[in-house]
């Protein structure tokens, strides 16, 4: 199984952008997905969840009305749309992929990790 994610990048603050993870060597339909992030000298924290199909969606409290997950099984392919985004936003951005049908929050849920995109927002 390969996650790799990309999109990431220098922008400023107030500034948007799209990250992507293209998965493969799973059937990508049967798995919920997952977005983390982790600041220098901060633990890795969860960002975003999406369930197969798209139909359900979670979020940390931080990123809730600024990021939105969204998924295209026909690509293989999840995306974290980011906008309004902030100094604070700064991090290496995980994507994460976890067999089931059930939105996931916590890191221990989920079997497979990409090797994650620097987002960087300055001031």
């Known amino acids: 199984v390969q996650l790799q994610a990309s999109g990431g990048g220098l922008v400023q603050a107030g500034g948007s952008l799209r990250l992507s993870c293209a998965a493969s060597?799973?059937?990508?339909?049967?798995?919920?997905m997952g977005w983390f992030r982790q600041a220098p000298g901060k633990e890795r924290e969860f960002v975003a969840t999406?369930?197969?199909?798209?139909?359900?969606?979670g979020y940390a409290d931080s990123v809730k009305g600024r990021f939105t997950v969204s998924r295209d099984n026909a690509k293989n392919t999840v995306y974290l749309q980011m906008n309004s985004l902030k100094p604070e936003d700064t991090a290496v951005y995980y994507c994460?992929?976890?067999?089931?049908?059930?939105?996931?929050?916590?890191?221990?849920?989920?079997?497979?990790w990409g090797q994650g995109t620097q987002v960087t927002v300055s001031s």
């Open positions: 999406i369930t197969w199909s798209g139909g359900s969606t």
């Open positions: 060597g799973l059937t990508f339909s049967s798995y919920t």
């Open positions: 994460t992929a976890r067999y089931g049908v059930t939105p996931r929050y916590n890191m221990a849920d989920y079997t497979y």
